[in-house]
């Protein structure tokens, strides 16, 4: 019998409650939404598992992490790689080196190799990672995303580049990947409550401080972005799984800053804050869509105004960091909205 | 050896470039922790107005020019006035972030009212004619690349020693609280800092524009992606960090365009970002940045 301290007991009546709330949208959509709802609502789940993994590590260890959509595209294409039938990728791969154009495995072994292979990965790059300071850090991650965006475009041979990789099986559907989103939350907000989450929460804050206490921070870093880029490859597999088709574009810029605009928006350090951007951004971002069609409101034809949701995903960074540093949940997690004040 | 001569001045005038926006990201680092990554779009900013001097039918150069630089030192400033004052105490990740957050909004806005597609720009063409001296060929734009940044280095480093604005600056790098008790006024010591760099974007502006002849909403985006990477390895700001990161980038990045296979061209950024890394890893704080101490000061 496991002991849980009283923030894990708290941590788990947080994650259901968070539970509660993922469920509760993704079977309003199952079951009013139109076909087109059901793919906007799987894509804004696959971004929260983004956004999850980019908590544990962002903010766990408060280090800005850039590389976290390469990470995703590492275990999208590890994992379609593995899954495409045969006869599949003969067509589209013709050129493929090692014999990746002669085998083909069932969805759950393709994930396992996925996973591994970024795990493996993320846990090299993460020995030298861990051990620099705040932008030297970014920039490193910064280096990562740009290095395997060009690996990407450059074998052709293997990942398409820019072109559609296709013909991956659909296998997962929206209750899935609510069901892969729940365990996520759950994962994470445990490690966030344990004791290698509350001691690099603790190195974050005061780095000299917890080192002397004997904190292993260069341990427990590494331990957060390998369980970070194992909750992204995760991410990236739920979404070449639903998807059938994925290419190099969607694991560039673009994405880093819409999933990091979320996380800033909710509040990097806690889990609430990751679910509730998420939420806020993508159905939000969907509405300023709407108006960048040009649509007519109340009578009045509005302009074709392109780019708008650019704009709109910008302020909120801006806003954000000038009023809200800590996002808008800050330190608080669902639970504390809830429980009455007895500390 | 002709060759080698060739290759070493093209690194030069690669360096020069690379420097000349280094410079412009590292006088505003040193002051408030910020990396402004919003300046790619000030250099966007430049390159619009010579598209509205275009469309007013003003030709004259030297118009055209002072017009772009005063344009960028303008939205510099106003910058700092706006996005950047709320921030100004925050920690280097809350300034990074605002940095992108305004330079997403600055890249859409160009989309928005401008256009998405490039325009050309034929006014600075004229500053681009081949020379060739003793066998080797070079264009005069990098001649004046290379000199502008000489000139600019050598006057700015006049500015920092000799003027009581230039001290400030420099000290308020160091301690931004005793420059305040001297009696001099913050936010002039900011807006000089942002004017400055909004200069040596606009000037940086000239020479991007004359090379490529269009401007579109993420004109600034790569030169100021590689600028703010020359930054870091030289040691985040220092100003004589950010040159040297400037010509070290230029360096390698022309040894790469040399030395690897036609095959692998694709790859160069690749491997210029992972030498770069490789850098940090070897001095995590940059080449010319002192060792930092990471407990209280008293």
Known sequence: MIRLSASQRSGLVGAALLAAVLVAVGVATLYFGSRYQIRLVYSAYVNLIVVLGLQVFMGNARITNLSHSAFMGIGAYAAALCVTPENIKKISLPAAPWGLADFSLDPVLSAAIAIAITAVLAFLLGLFIVRLTSIGATIVTLAVLVIVHAVFLYRTDIFKGNQAFFGIPQVFDLAWVVGIAILAVIVCRLFRESRWGIQLRASADDEVGAAAMGVEIYKLRLIAWVLGAVILAVAGICYAYFLGTISARPFYFNHVFLTLAMLILGGMRTVTGAVLGTFLISFGLEGVRYLETGPVLLGIELPEALGLSGIALGAVIVLTMAFRPTGIMGNREIETLFARKTF | ?298
Not at chain 2, 39 to 54: C, P, Q, W
Not at chain 2, 227 to 246: E, K, N, R
Not at chain 2, 252 to 280: K, N, R, Y
């Open chain 2, 1 to 298: 050896m002709e060759y080698v001569i060739q290759q070493t001045l093209n690194a030069l005038s690669f360096g020069a470039e690379y420097a000349l926006l280094a410079l412009g990201l590292a006088i505003v680092f040193s002051i408030m922790g910020l990396v402004n990554f919003a300046h790619g779009e000030i250099i966007a900013v430049g390159g619009y107005t010579m598209v509205a001097f275009a469309s007013l039918a003003i030709g004259n150069p030297v118009i055209v020019m002072a017009g772009a630089i005063i344009a960028a030192m303008l939205a510099s400033l106003t910058l700092e006035r706006v996005a950047f004052r709320p921030v100004r105490k925050a920690d280097p990740t809350t300034g990074l972030l605002t940095a992108f957050g305004v330079s997403i909004v600055l890249q859409n806005i160009f989309l928005m009212f401008v256009s998405p597609r490039p325009i050309a720009v034929t006014s600075l063409y004229f500053l681009d004619w081949p020379i060739e001296i003793a066998g080797i060929r070079l264009a005069s734009l990098q001649v004046f690349e290379t000199l502008t940044t000489i000139v600019v280095i050598v006057a700015l480093m006049l500015f920092l020693r000799r003027t009581v604005l230039g001290l400030a600056v420099r000290a308020a790098s160091l301690d931004f609280e005793m420059v305040r008790l001297t009696g001099i006024k913050a936010n002039r010591v900011f807006a000089m800092a942002f004017l400055i760099s909004g200069l040596l974007a606009g000037l940086a502006c000239i020479f991007i524009m004359a090379r490529r002849g269009s401007v579109d909403p993420h004109l600034g985006f790569d030169p100021v992606l590689k600028a703010f990477v020359a930054c870091v390895v030289g040691g985040f700001g220092s100003l004589p960090g950010a040159v040297l990161g400037g010509f070290l980038l230029g360096a390698v990045e022309v040894a790469m365009l040399v030395m690897l296979p036609q095959s692998l061209g694709g790859m160069t950024d690749a491997f210029v970002f992972m030498i770069v890394a490789l850098i940090l890893i070897w001095r995590p704080d940059g080449i010319l940045s002192p060792a930092v101490e990471k407990g209280d000061k008293l």
